[in-house]
């Protein structure tokens, strides 16, 4: 336990980046930079030529993957002035606690599989020989401490063409993790009538247990050759839900579902909503910095509905709805913080992204240390498990 709270969570990049759901995967050139080039941080603003006014020139898949990895490596990606707003809440502390350390339970059941703890580990990427590496050791660190994983976007596995059978490689994990819960992933700009045969081959081929349908309408308006038209996306999901044999859940990418967005999800037959709020990485500014090199409209890459303020305002909108609380999540007692305030589940992932190019053992780590705080949050808040501790809940400081 020493060795696991000796981990510096609070340090680490924040959470939700790493997070390749761009679905932008039109293009497949072969990788052509590896480990030593992403690490040793190559400039992600577009050459002087770029700068034109008409943005940068095409991109090729693994190329871009690669520019957001480096961006969340090292770029100003995270939100400058919002923050989750899990701060505003204090835990209850219990100086008098009648529990175990030892024998607090962890345990939940999420989207029909058994979890050691309420974790995911947050999308970050795919198609691409790195982002393989990544998977690869998230899958393997997911194995060992009973959580979850949810995958970059699949959009490039969806043909049947050398693009998609080189790219889904990267998502292959099932032999280093055969019991963990897998969650796919496609965007909801990408849903459309033809899709759910190729969606339900593209999870099939990964061994996924659910899919997370990721919604980002600033992320794309800020990419470019973003997928910009919504319309009718809220009936196409709907349809996809009731056409696929998996569980569907509906996310954001680090912006925020709020309660407007929550009560247009009322009645679609799907699973779980991640709320994915404001205070972790912001994905406009992502698409900005990689974009232009820059970050041109520093009022929209601030834009976004704090994950504390989603998280309730979901559960008020969707009170019997399977909720995960993702963006900025950093820390054992930010998880805390959210679950006593409703959430089912929490994700994270731009803490796990370089300990991910590492090793499989460093995002053990990194992860357990995580997971060994909130251990000792439920047990001086004098519970012994989830329930008893969304009971208690959290209390407002102002």
């Not at 219990?94 to 029909?112: E, H, K, N």
């Not at 796919?184 to 593209?202: E, T, W, Y």
């Not at 991910?356 to 060994?372: K, M």
Request: glycine share 12%.
């Amino acid at each position: 336990m020493q060795a696991y709270l000796a981990a510096p969570i609070a340090n680490q990049p924040e959470d939700q980046c790493g997070d390749d759901e761009d679905g932008d995967d039109r293009d497949g050139d072969p990788e052509t930079l590896g480990h030593d080039a992403i690490l040793s941080g190559f400039t992600v603003g577009p050459p002087q030529s770029w700068q034109t006014g008409f943005g940068p020139p095409p991109m090729t898949t693994p190329g871009r993957k690669l520019r957001h990895i480096d961006a969340c490596l090292t770029g100003p990606v995270e939100y400058q002035g919002v923050t989750t707003g899990f701060e505003r809440y204090r835990l209850p502390y219990d100086a008098l606690t009648q529990t175990s350390l030892a024998a607090v339970d962890l345990s939940i059941r999420f989207l029909g599989s058994p979890l050691a703890a309420p974790v995911l580990i947050g999308a970050m990427t795919g198609g691409a020989e790195l982002a393989r590496t990544i998977n690869r050791n998230l899958a393997d660190a997911a194995q060992k401490l009973g959580v979850g994983m949810m995958l970059g976007s699949q959009r490039i596995m969806l043909d049947d063409d050398v693009a998609g059978n080189n790219a889904a490689s990267s998502f292959e994990v099932r032999d280093l993790a055969p019991d963990i819960l897998l969650i796919g992933n496609i965007g909801l700009a990408q849903v459309c009538d033809a899709l759910a045969p190729r969606l339900s081959a593209a999870l099939a081929r990964v061994g996924a247990n659910a899919v997370a349908v990721h919604t980002n309408p600033l992320q794309e308006a800020m990419q470019a050759d973003g997928d910009t038209d919504f319309r009718g996306s809220l009936q196409a999901l709907g349809r996809l839900a009731e056409e696929l044999h998996y569980p569907v859940m509906v996310k954001e990418v680090g912006h925020g579902i709020g309660a407007a967005a929550a009560a247009r999800l009322r009645g679609l037959p799907i699973a779980a909503v991640d709320v994915a709020g404001a205070g972790g990485t912001s994905w406009a500014r992502v698409e900005q910095v990689v974009r232009y090199g820059e970050v041109r409209y520093p009022g929209i890459a601030e834009w976004g509905i704090p994950t504390a303020q989603a998280l309730q305002e979901v559960r008020q909108t969707l009170p019997g709805m399977p909720l995960v609380a993702s963006g900025g999540i950093r820390s054992g007692v930010d998880a805390a913080k959210a679950l006593a305030m409703g959430a089912d589940m929490v994700a994270l992932a731009r803490p796990l992204l370089a300990p991910a190019i590492e090793s499989a053992a460093a995002v053990v780590d990194v992860l357990g240390g995580f997971i060994e705080e909130l251990r000792v949050c439920l047990h001086c808040c004098g519970v012994a498990d989830l329930e008893a501790l969304r009971r208690i809940g959290a209390t407002s400081r102002e």
